[in-house]
């Protein structure tokens, strides 16, 4: 499947400033975000009556869990430098003006979060559109993650690779799992026996210093207290 070529260019800016980062493995998998985007949606449109204020909260984080999906279905995810705004901007500069309300939610949520009044706070009425715009953007983010792929190529190769490699292995994951599992044990033993070679050698060099340090003063002459020098003094 093809790359996603809408705001490539935008992507590789972010991606450049360190505002986002390519991942992989699990990481890279958009579909358990957006099922929690819909519970979470979920959840904020029962509480648009009794509680607005955490509604509207809530229907932010449906709305983020959306984008974030849609971003780690390409392989990538925001950075604590770049944060939610580089997650807005990703997702409007491939995905177009249908994310806008995304950064509607945003500054709003973040109004609420730092209120300049007491009052400031949300209505119900706000909180049930907030709600249900989060909603659509779930729904528009599900319809686009089946389309989407690796924004790197040189990461879809890798996984491509890695999931050849499993094939070799049954496509089982539990049989990758021993794998790499034994990998890892493997590594263990090396480290710790180039640990205990490491301090073999360390004592093996201290022994040597010692005898050395021995055989030289054997060598030395002593001085004898009859010497003349000693009886001028």
Known sequence: MPKWARGEAEVEQLIARGELERVAGAAADGAPLLEQAGRTATTA????????????????????????????????????????????????????????????????????????????TASAEEAEQAAKTAQRLITAAGTLLPQLSFFSQDQQLWVCSLRRRLRVFGGSPAAARRVFSSCRVFQAVRIRWLRTMSRQVTVSMRGARTAVSALAMRRTPAVSLRSPALRRR
């Open 45 to 120: 449109a029962g509480l648009v009556t009794s509680d607005p204020y955490s509604a509207y909260v809530l229907a932010y984080d449906a709305a983020r869990f959306a984008c974030i999906a849609l971003l780690a279905q390409q392989g990538l995810r925001a950075t604590t430098s770049g944060g939610h705004y580089a997650v807005e901007q990703a997702v409007r500069a491939q995905f177009g003006d249908g994310f806008r309300p995304f950064g509607i939610l945003r500054r709003r949520r973040n109004e609420l979060e730092y209120p300049h009044l007491p009052a400031d």
